[in-house]
């Protein structure tokens, strides 16, 4: 398996504009997390999804975002209008239903908002 | 709020054991504790997860004091790969978000 895949890998655009981060999880996992990450938060959990559900999105800073899982292999983040304090590494993250079971993170996708 | 309190860094010699500790002194009977790296620019990696035994894998070994009040883990040969942000989480059982503190920055030196 290719790992949990994330597109773009680098994204950077105007204050304003609408911004989608993508991602694959890994075939079979049945949850899907995504966090954020800056110098002054640290990582930080912005929703995840069991079987496409999402269970969780108390995490989510603002009306601007938005997540969704169509399917079971591929999930978006929204961003709209993006502004440059959303500048940040947002990482995808997968597991499987288990009671041990390690979560696999994606590369994350570099948004810079200028 | 964070569950775990790490030291936030620590140097280690190359090729000698690296210990990096962990305080959970609130840990429930039902919550285990992981640990996850992040080396610089990637997302964060799993290495090892442990209840109140000790448990040891191919890349390290958990330590976990009998009250479960405390952990180390070892990094028992370190290279300069593993410079990296170590992160001490403690998660009940199940696929519960993980929650991730600061972390210790270990620093491998040559």
């Known amino acids: 398996d290719a790992g949990v895949i994330q597109s773009p890998r680098h994204e950077v655009t105007e204050m304003g504009q609408e911004v989608t981060l993508r991602c694959k999880p890994i075939s079979g996992h049945d949850y899907l997390f995504w966090y954020r990450q800056t110098m002054m938060r640290g990582l930080e959990l912005l929703i995840y999804f069991n079987n496409n559900v999402p269970i969780d999105d108390s995490g989510m800073p603002e009306d601007r975002f938005s997540a969704k899982m169509p399917n079971a292999s591929f999930s978006t983040l929204k961003i709209q209008p993006s502004e440059p304090r959303d500048s940040a590494v947002y990482f995808c993250?997968?597991?499987?239903?288990?009671?041990?079971?390690?979560?696999?993170f994606g590369q994350g996708t570099r948004l810079t908002v200028v | 709020d964070a569950k775990t309190t790490q030291p936030p860094s620590m140097d280690c010699a190359e090729g000698r054991a690296a210990n990096l500790p962990c305080n959970h002194s609130t840990i429930s009977g039902n919550e285990y504790v992981y640990w996850y790296r992040q080396i610089h620019s990637q997302g964060p990696q799993y290495i090892i997860h442990g209840l109140k035994n000790n448990e040891t894998n191919e890349m390290a070994s958990l330590i976990i004091t009998e009250d479960r009040k405390s952990s180390t883990l070892i990094l028992p040969h370190a290279t300069l790969r593993d410079t990296a942000v170590y992160y001490c989480?403690?998660?009940?059982?199940?696929?519960?978000?993980?929650?991730f503190g600061k972390g210790t920055r270990l620093s491998v030196i040559a």
């Open positions: 989480i403690v998660r009940v059982a199940g696929n519960t978000p993980l929650v």
């Open positions: 993250a997968s597991s499987s239903q288990g009671s041990y079971t390690e979560a696999f």
